[in-house]
């Protein structure tokens, strides 16, 4: 998250500073790439965490939709 931080403010020193549009994209790509690979971290953790609690509960239905609604929104 220090990462994409870092990455923010320097695409925010380039608005203000004003640099080439190409490099602009370029680092906003780049810092969606990292937000999107931190989500599936995220994201990935929390299955295995809930997929292991809803195995031993037999099912619990309520975590399985929750589970989807995320993986939705992502």
């Known amino acids: 998250?220090?990462?994409i931080k870092g990455q923010v403010e320097g695409i925010m020193r380039m608005v203000e500073y004003p640099k080439p549009?190409?490099?602009i994209f370029t680092q906003i790509t780049a810092a969606?790439?990292?937000l999107d690979s931190t989500g599936r971290y995220f994201l990935?953790?929390?299955i295995k965490e809930n997929f292991t609690a809803v195995t031993k509960s037999k099912g619990d239905?309520?975590?399985i939709k929750e589970i989807i609604e995320i993986m939705e929104k992502f």
């Open 61 to 63: 239905s309520l975590k």
């Open 1 to 3: 998250l220090s990462r």
């Open 44 to 46: 990935e953790n929390y």
């Open 21 to 23: 549009a190409v490099e």
């Open 32 to 34: 969606k790439k990292a």
